[in-house]
Nanobody, 124 residues
Framework: QVQLVESGGGSVQAGGSLRLSCVAS????????MAWFRQAPGKEREFVAA????????YSGGAVKGRFTISRDNAKNTVYLQMSSLKPEDTAVYYC?????????????????WGQGTTVTVSS
């Protein structure tokens, strides 16, 4: 089992930045692909970004490409999401997830473990 705990959410004005963190316990993070998803009120869960086990490959959703950056520190069992140029439409609960899969990584069904989420609110 892997336990994931997100932090770093909060309220920010449009154009601002936030960095989310996801700390894993239970197993070493290095064997998992890690990702961030988000879910806004009344909307379906959306893929944000993913990163390979080594950190050498990253994937981003179209809505955040060029603004959000995913990274990881396997020594600290932590994954980060640096969010810049935030927009009101980025308002959502952000979830960290871990997967042993090697394909379908933009889909939530590929992920085995999920955190409880952290809320990001962007005001205009």
């Amino acid at each position: 089992q892997v336990q994931l705990v997100e932090s770093g959410g909060g309220s920010v004005q449009a154009g601002g930045s936030l960095r989310l963190s996801c700390v894993a316990s239970g197993r070493t993070l290095s064997r998992y692909v890690m990702a961030w998803f988000r879910q806004a009120p009344g909307k379906e869960r959306e893929f944000v970004a993913a990163i390979s086990w080594s950190g050498g490959t990253t994937y981003s959703g179209g809505a955040v490409k060029g603004r959000f950056t995913i990274s990881r520190d396997n020594a600290k069992n932590t994954v980060y999401l640096q969010m810049s140029s935030l927009k009101p439409e980025d308002t959502a609960v952000y979830y960290c997830a871990a997967s042993e899969a090697i394909s379908g990584l933009r889909y939530g069904s590929a992920y085995d473990f999920w955190g409880q989420g952290t809320t990001v609110t962007v005001s205009s």
